[in-house]
Every structure is written in C-alpha cells, then in structure tokens.
C-alpha cells in the first residue's frame, strides 16, 4: 500500500494570501489607523506631557504622586465604592434576572425596557436626578443623604443594573431545566438546587457581568463630578481635576497609567469569562420557554417590583421637580431653556444644544458602526494558525481600551496632539464626533461580534464552493442574522454618544455646545432656578435616549454585558 502525502503546491499559500485573509487584514488597517490617530496618539501625548516634560524619561514623580495622601484617599474611595457598587448590583440584578429571563408575566416586556433604561441615560443626567431625589427638599431629603457618598453608590447600581440582567439573563434564558428538574426530583430544596446546579452553569456570566460593572463603577466621571463635588473622587475625576485646575499633567499622567494597568487587567479576566459564556451559550442551544411563577419565586418578583422602583423613584423625581419653581407647578424651567439671554449660563438656547447633539450623535453613530462592522468581521474568524488567532485576539482586546482609559485623557490629548499639521484639528468641529465615536465602538464591537461568532463557517465555505466570491459567501451566511443586531447596534451607539460628556466637556466649542455640556454649566451655576433649568435639561436628554433605547429593545438582540 502506498501512502501518498498531500503537499501544498508553491503558490498556494501566495494565494491564500491574496485571498480572503488578505482581504481581511487590508479591511482591518481603517480602523487600526483610526484607532492609532485618535487614541494611541492623544493618549500617548497626554503621557508623554507627564513623563517626557522636558523631552527625556522622567519617573521621580511617580512616588510623590501615589504618595500624597489626597491620591491614597482617591484610590481607596474608588476601589471600595466600586467593590460594593458591583456586590450590591450583583446581588440585586441575579434575581430580577431570573425573573425576567425564566418567568412569565403580564408586562414582563415593560418591566425589562424599564430596567434596561438607565445603562444608556447620560450619567450627567444620573447625577441630577439622584441629587433631587436626595436633596433637602427631595422625596428622600429626610434620609441626609445628600452630600454623602451614598449617592454615588446609589447612582453605581442604578446605572449598573442593565449589565448584570441582560449578561446573566441572556444565559439563564438558555440552561436546560432537565439538570434542575432532575435534581429537585431527588428531593433538593430550590435553594440546593440553585447551589449545586445552576449556579455553576451561570458563574461565567456573573463574572463577566462583575468584572465589567467593576470596570464602568472605577471609571465612572459624569456620576462622580455630578454627586461627589470635592468631597469624594474617583481616579477619572482626580485626572479631570490635575488637569484642568492644577494643570498637573504629571500627577494626571501617572494616575492615567495606572487606571490603564487596572483596566487591562479586567480586560483579560472579561475575555476569559466572556469566552466561556459564549461556549456555554453554544452547548446549552435554543432558549428554554418561560414558565408561569411559583410559589417560591414569589421573592424574586419582589426583588423585581423593588428594582423598578428603585429605578423609577430617580426618573419620576427628576420629572416631577423639572415642572416646579418656587413651589409652584410651572413651565419657566422649560420656557427658560429657549431663551439664551435669561441667564449668562446659555450661551444657546437648549433647541440648539439639541440639534447640536443630534447631529454630533448621527456622525459618531456613523463612523463608529462602519469602523465597528468591519472589527467585528474581522476579529469574529477563527483562524486555524495558532499565530493568527494571538493576532485576532490581540485586535479584539485593542478596541476595548478606550473603556478603560479616561475619557479627559482622550479629550485633552486632542488638544495637545492634533493641533498642527497635517493633524490641525484643535478648533474643527469634527473633533467632538470623533471622540465621541471612539467611546461607541467598543459597544458597537462587542454588540455584533458574538452573533457573527455564532455563525457556523461551514455556511460560507459551502457558498464559496458554489462559486460565490468571498464577500458574497460572507454575505450569504451572515447577512440574515446581521441586520437586527445592526440596527440594535446603531441605537446603541446614537443613544451613548447623545450622552457622552467626558471628552465632549474638553472638546465642545462653546457656541456649540451639547446637552449634557449644557447641563453641567447649569447645576455648576448656584441659584435654584438653574437647578430647574438643568431638571429641565435632563428630562429632555432622558427623553431622547430612551425613546432610541425603546427602539433598542424591541429588536432583542445582543448583550449590554458582552464586553
């Protein structure tokens, strides 16, 4: 018997190359060179502006910045908030998402876009309505919570709770109930049940959805600069505050990097999870169908009615004060936003910071779901060199730090790095939907990769041997279960660039300035009624996002939690 041994001809790896791989990696250059332009050179200039200050390395601040008692006092108060922001929205969000993922109930739809709402409210937003709730002539001023750290936390597991609901549930929706069954038949008591058998199905999902509100509660910057005032400080607002008022870019620097290390950290501890929950995902299949309540899922409908109400008593709040003045229902609060010249705080009225916002969003929307579709295609392969999965792998994790460098970092390397040629870009209006865009895409990535992942390759293969040409093949496999995480993409994307304000505050000229810029500079005036103005403000941006978030929700699709 002869054995035959198969070997590739000359030009067959030139023309794998020249084929659809190569076609890939050119596809990837646009946005890695996006990527390097608008965040590894700003980010860098803002770096090197602390250590390089006079053109060679200079480390020796490092220990008198980590050594001075307000950047200890930072630290720990991000560290330890974070810690019990993700225990507490954890702990709340496991049993509403049984609830809604397992059980079946009228308004069970509502309740879901309900809870869903605050992950994409701007947090400029959230700080205002935790600060009526909460101030002294809030439903809650009673509690003298106000000035507190309590809000921040509050604020934490308000915008939070998404994350852990939709990761955890997504999952939950799909576990085969026959291990659970099985194990209840055997005599173990729910909580056993939930012990022993579905916890460990779920650990990945809570880790990740941990992991990932750990990350979003540590760099937090809106919620912090809204509540805490100069009393409590996460690291993002301590580099706002060196850089803007102390103009300690050395001190910004140092804590920049070290948020950078963090955040990578929790990168690699997301992927890992995030892996396994996809391979959990894989193995369990179809959704299981909900089931009608029982008598021991009584307490989890109570968390549930709980958490809507935690979420609508801040909404309804903010609402409700945004139609008073002097203590008296009224419209001025409103009626003053259209008028520029009723306070030197508006430079536009709120119309024009409207459309200013819209239009800033439909430009970062755009950019951010083009660069995002071709990253997802891209890092959504699964090459056979062990080579090239480390560089598809290294891609993936690329476009998801800007989540974890602070967005005033960004902001300010815009001012320090594109402002001479061929990259004069300080004064050009383009700057802020950049920016902005660069805060989306991670969404945009993680939103579309997991369902193109989903998609066997057989499929494309099969349509290449019928004669299609690669994108065509791609197309054909991908396509119809493309366009409504797409869309769900798009609205995600428009919907976290209506309420960006960490870089905008830098970036926004102030003849055209968001909404959430606008916001700021009014709860930063004192005087009551540029508090109702700011109420005002917010309602108006709440508003805008949640009805995109509505349109969101609809569709179904993807994970708020797939970072």
């Given at each position: 018997m002869t054995v035959t041994r198969r070997t590739r001809a000359p030009g067959a790896r030139a023309?794998?190359?020249?084929?659809?791989?190569?076609?890939?990696?050119?596809?990837?250059?646009?946005?890695?060179?996006?990527?390097?332009?608008?965040?590894?050179?700003?980010?860098?200039?803002?770096?090197?502006?602390?250590?390089?200050?006079?053109?060679?390395?200079?480390?020796?601040?490092?220990?008198?910045?980590?050594?001075?008692?307000?950047?200890?006092?930072?630290?720990?108060?991000?560290?330890?908030?974070?810690?019990?922001?993700?225990?507490?929205?954890?702990?709340?969000?496991?049993?509403?998402?049984?609830?809604?993922y397992r059980l079946r109930f009228p308004g069970r739809a509502l309740v879901r876009a309900v809870v869903v709402m605050p992950f994409v409210l701007p947090t400029v937003v959230v700080g205002v309505m935790f600060r009526s709730l909460l101030a002294s002539r809030g439903p809650l001023g009673g509690l003298g919570w106000d000035g507190t750290w309590v809000p921040i936390l509050l604020a934490f597991v308000f915008f939070n709770l998404a994350v852990v609901v939709r990761t955890v549930g997504g999952m939950w929706e799909g576990l085969d109930r026959r291990a659970e069954e099985s194990a209840a038949a055997l005599g173990a008591t729910p909580f056993q049940v939930w012990r022993t058998v579905t916890l460990p199905a779920l650990a990945p999902a809570v880790v990740s959805a941990a992991?990932?509100?750990?990350?979003?509660?540590?760099?937090?910057?809106?919620?912090?600069?809204?509540?805490?005032?100069?009393?409590?400080?996460?690291?993002?607002?301590?580099?706002?505050?060196?850089?803007?008022?102390?103009?300690?870019?050395?001190?910004?620097?140092?804590?920049?990097?070290?948020?950078?290390?963090?955040?990578?950290?929790?990168?690699?501890?997301?992927?890992?999870?995030?892996?396994?929950?996809?391979?959990?995902?894989?193995?369990?299949?179809?959704?299981?169908?909900?089931?009608?309540?029982?008598?021991?899922?009584?307490?989890?409908?109570?968390?549930?009615?709980?958490?809507?109400?935690?979420?609508?008593?801040?909404?309804?709040?903010?609402?409700?004060?945004?139609?008073?003045?002097?203590?008296?229902?009224?419209?001025?609060?409103?009626?003053?936003?259209?008028?520029?010249?009723?306070?030197?705080?508006?430079?536009?009225?709120?119309?024009?910071?409207?459309?200013?916002?819209?239009?800033?969003?439909?430009?970062?929307?755009?950019?951010?779901?083009?660069?995002?579709?071709?990253?997802?295609?891209?890092?959504?392969?699964?090459?056979?060199?062990?080579?090239?999965?480390?560089v598809v792998?290294?891609?993936?994790?690329?476009?998801?730090?800007?989540?974890?460098?602070?967005?005033?970092?960004?902001?300010?390397?815009?001012?320090?790095?594109?402002?001479?040629?061929?990259?004069?870009?300080?004064?050009?209006?383009?700057?802020?939907?950049?920016?902005?865009?660069?805060?989306a895409l991670p969404l945009v990535v993680r939103t579309l990769t997991p369902v193109l992942r989903s998609v066997d390759p057989r499929q494309r293969e099969a349509a290449a041997a019928l004669g299609a040409a690669p994108w065509r093949a791609a197309w054909t496999a991908e396509g119809p279960v493309l366009a409504r995480p797409l869309l769900a993409a798009t609205g995600f994307a428009f919907a976290v660039s209506l309420g960006e304000f960490g870089a905008t505050s830098f970036l926004a000229r102030p003849d055209r300035p968001t909404v959430p810029v606008v916001i700021y500079q009014l709860i930063s005036r004192p005087g009551v009624e540029h508090l109702g103005m700011a109420l005002a403000a917010s309602v108006v941006l709440a508003v805008l996002t949640t009805v995109v978030m509505g349109v969101v929700e609809r569709l179904r699709v993807g994970s708020l939690g797939t970072f």
């Open positions: 023309a794998y190359l020249n084929g659809p791989a190569l076609a890939l990696g050119l596809a990837a250059l646009l946005p890695v060179a996006f990527l390097a332009v608008f965040f590894l050179l700003p980010v860098g200039g803002m770096l090197a502006r602390g250590f390089l200050p006079e053109g060679r390395l200079d480390l020796s601040g490092v220990p008198e910045v980590l050594g001075r008692a307000r950047t200890l006092r930072v630290l720990w108060f991000t560290l330890w908030s974070s810690l019990a922001g993700t225990v507490l929205t954890v702990g709340l969000g496991l049993p509403v998402a049984f609830a809604l992991t990932l509100v750990f990350l979003f509660c540590s760099t937090a910057f809106g919620v912090v600069l809204t509540l805490g005032g100069l009393r409590y400080g996460t690291v993002e607002t301590e580099i706002y505050l060196l850089t803007t008022q102390f103009l300690d870019l050395r001190g910004a620097a140092v804590l920049s990097v070290l948020q950078l290390v963090a955040v990578v950290l929790m990168l690699a501890v997301a992927a890992r999870t995030r892996a396994a929950t996809e391979t959990t995902r894989r193995r369990v299949g179809a959704k299981a169908a909900a089931r009608t309540p029982r008598r021991h899922d009584i307490p989890a409908l109570g968390v549930t009615a709980l958490a809507v109400a935690f979420v609508l008593l801040p909404v309804g709040t903010l609402m409700v004060r945004s139609f008073r003045r002097s203590g008296r229902w009224t419209l001025e609060n409103y009626r003053a936003l259209g008028d520029p010249a009723s306070t030197p705080a508006l430079r536009v009225s709120v119309t024009e910071a409207v459309a200013n916002s819209l239009r800033t969003a439909v430009d970062a929307t755009v950019l951010a779901v083009v660069l995002g579709l071709v990253v997802a295609v891209v890092v959504s392969r699964r090459p056979r060199a062990a080579g090239w999965r480390r792998a290294a891609l993936d994790g690329a476009f998801m730090l800007p989540l974890g460098i602070s967005a005033v970092t960004v902001g300010f390397g815009f001012l320090i790095t594109l402002d001479r040629p061929p990259l004069d870009l300080r004064t050009s209006p383009a700057l802020v939907p950049v920016a902005q865009a660069m805060v």
